[in-house]
């Protein structure tokens, strides 16, 4: 049985949404119970045993890398994957990642620094992708920001549009990527993740789990105090970064 070593933090948006606060602070370094976003999936990380740790940054990514550092804090190794002159989106960082060798050329759990989730990330390093899979995508009841959803499962897999009655769920920004799925892409060029994972669908490369663990997408100063109360008033729960 193989095991999924490595991790990569997606850290290099602007944070639009969550601004005047994000204007001097990087969107990962916003405090949510007491400590910064990101540092919760850090910890959580480590606690799953994944100690090699890529994060691309952009916006403010002075900040980010002064205030974490290489990881000894946490007992893990941060490998800083700089977009300098433009974000390069999802895709195109997970590409640089790759060829700057920040990321090594095997499947990687794959996590957005702007959630907050109580999810096990033990439960994901043991999962084998398949020789032609290229993802492997946690989804969530759909929130109410999201009430349309963004995927379907059937029989495991995921697709865009549901079959039958089925129901449409909300990505949960954490998934298993492959290598393989930013293969043909342009080094140094933007690129979104959505259509790859969309183009692999059609061709039944990708799968998907629904999780009930506790979710919630930091994007607006709303959902920020939504998450403080929430934690205030009923704990960090089964969360390992606590």
């Not at 204007?23 to 994944?50: C, D, M, N, R, Y």
């Not at 995921?158 to 990527?177: C, H, L, N, R, W």
């Amino acid at each position: 049985m193989s095991v999924i070593t490595q991790a990569m933090i997606l850290a290099a948006g602007k944070g639009t949404r969550l601004r005047p606060l994000t204007l001097e602070t990087p969107k990962p370094l916003v405090e949510v119970g007491g400590q910064p976003l990101i540092v919760w999936h850090i910890k959580a990380l480590k606690a799953a045993g994944i100690t090699d740790i890529t994060i691309n940054v952009s916006w403010l990514a002075d900040k980010l890398m002064d205030t974490l550092g290489d990881g000894t804090q946490f007992g893990v190794t941060l490998n800083w994957s700089l977009e300098e002159e433009e974000p390069l989106e999802t895709a195109g960082g997970i590409l640089q990642a790759l060829q700057t060798g920040k990321l090594k050329d095997a499947p990687f759990i794959l996590v957005n620094s702007d959630v907050w989730t109580t999810f096990d990330f033990t439960k994901l390093i043991t999962y084998e992708l398949s020789a032609d899979q290229r993802a492997h995508l946690l989804l969530i009841d759909n929130p109410e920001h999201n009430n349309g959803g963004d995927f379907a499962v059937n029989n495991g897999l995921a697709s865009e549009q549901a079959i039958a009655d089925a129901d449409k769920y909300t990505f949960a920004g954490i998934s298993v990527m492959s290598p393989r799925l930013v293969d043909g892409l342009v080094t140094g060029q933007p690129a979104a993740l959505g259509p790859l994972l969309r183009q692999a669908m059609i061709k039944f490369q990708v799968t998907a789990e629904v999780i009930t663990d506790n979710w919630v997408d930091v994007g607006t100063p709303e959902r920020l105090a939504q998450i403080n109360d929430f934690i205030e008033n009923k704990g960090t729960g089964a969360h390992r970064g606590a």
